[in-house]
């Protein structure tokens, strides 16, 4: 079915953070909301701000005309009392938090002010250091899996992403020239205007296609940098623009008191598996699962819906020795592991003799296997084999 307009199907994806981001505007003047662009933060942030008892203001900072109303944003900001503001792209106007700390401080009311950011680094220094104690801020990522209207197959979303552009564009082709123009705008002018860098835009384009080449691999910089050219701190530091732009995810490994010889290296993936896909040159299910991105992409799609799930306190490692002993995922609390779960495409899975010795030295008492459609059962060794979408709303809500 091709539809004329997919707005409808916009208003049935419900995000879960919304009614968190709610109550936390009854706790604090001001609630920044981050995320990589396109995610649907102003589309949330003008959801929020209608269930206001104020009118609401939409500023864009990189609009030139929302620019010059903030050439004295004291005054500005403080005329509009009256209204709940939303700032976008906030992070381009470092100078506005120290203002906003004096305005929230002369009339203080909650909910009074919605901050977007698409960078994590420079929002959060500016939160930390001007806004302390007024405001709380929280991550849009893209569409996760259990947020998916009816309509949305597990396999479409995995293919498009989570961006809600493509995921919900009429058919393939529309969804491809959306992610092709969003990479294209990454690499040659977003990355460069949103950290306040110049990036060299070709090297920045090899690097995400090499990225996507060792999508979920243990990250090696020295050999990365060879292949570009350049230095292993500079391709750690254009990582970091990435992975503080959404776009790139670094999994640490975890690290227990023990003997053994552990992998240290982080385990680097693309987020968003539709972007994975496009830079791959695959842009339908069949071109996938021919793919040799295929394993790595579903691996790293899975990861990415557990990272957004996962409870509130619970850190996320992989885990690994220099003896083969491994397992994808490691749930743990401080320091102590909770679970272990190892993601196969197959749906049949085998585990190894390095699964079962990793479950042995972490010693979890509660461990999964998550495969893409099968109904759950126990393996001898109590190991939980299940499809991705009982992990998530059954298991993973129960550690």
């Not at 900072?61 to 004295?72: A, C, G, T």
């Not at 976008?88 to 470092?94: L, R």
């Not at 058919?171 to 990454?186: G, K, M, P």
Request: proline content about 5%.
């Amino acid at each position: 079915m091709i539809y004329k307009d997919n707005n409808y199907l916009r208003k049935m994806v419900h995000r879960h953070i919304q009614k968190e981001i709610s109550l936390l505007m009854k706790q604090f003047p001001a609630v920044a909301i981050l995320g990589a662009r396109q995610v649907g933060k102003t589309t949330l942030a003008k959801q929020l701000a209608a269930s206001q008892k104020y009118p609401t203001l939409y500023l864009d900072l990189e609009n030139p005309l929302d620019v010059r109303r903030l050439s004295d944003p004291f005054t500005f900001l403080t005329a509009n009392k009256d209204k709940c503001i939303i700032i976008d792209e906030v992070q381009t106007m470092p100078s506005l938090f120290a203002v906003l700390r004096s305005v929230i401080d002369k009339n203080r009311h909650n909910g009074k002010f919605i901050l977007l950011g698409s960078a994590s680094p420079q929002l959060v220094k500016g939160v930390s250091e001007s806004l302390a104690g007024r405001i709380a801020y929280r991550e849009l990522p893209p569409i996760n899996y259990t947020e998916l209207p009816e309509k949305i197959s597990r396999d479409k979303h995995w293919l498009r992403g989570g961006f809600p552009t493509p995921l919900l564009a009429r058919n393939e082709n529309a969804a491809t020239e959306w992610l092709r123009s969003f990479i294209r705008s990454y690499v040659e002018r977003d990355l460069s205007a949103l950290f306040g860098v110049d990036l060299t835009s070709n090297v920045i384009s090899r690097l995400l296609s090499m990225l996507a080449h060792i999508n979920g691999s243990v990250w090696n910089a020295e050999m990365v940098g060879r292949s570009l050219g350049i230095t292993a701190p500079t391709v750690n530091r254009y990582v970091d623009f990435l992975e503080g732009a959404f776009l790139v995810h670094r999994l640490p490994a975890f690290f227990i008191n023990t003997k053994k010889r552990l992998v240290k290296a982080p385990k680097v993936y693309i987020r968003d598996s539709g972007l994975l896909h496009q830079l791959s040159g695959v842009d339908n299910m069949i071109s996938l699962k021919g793919h040799p991105v295929v394993g790595s992409s579903w691996e790293g799609y899975v990861v990415e819906q557990i990272k957004q799930m996962k409870p509130s306190g619970m850190d996320m490692y992989y885990y690994r020795t220099q003896a083969g002993a491994e397992y994808d995922i490691v749930l743990a609390r401080g320091i102590r592991p909770v679970a272990c779960i190892e993601v196969k495409l197959n749906n049949a899975p085998s585990l190894s003799r390095g699964n079962l010795q990793s479950i042995a030295d972490l010693q979890t008492k509660k461990n999964f296997v998550v495969v893409p459609d099968i109904e759950d059962y126990k393996t001898k060794e109590g190991i939980v084999i299940c499809n991705v979408k009982s992990f998530l709303t059954r298991h993973l809500v129960n550690l």
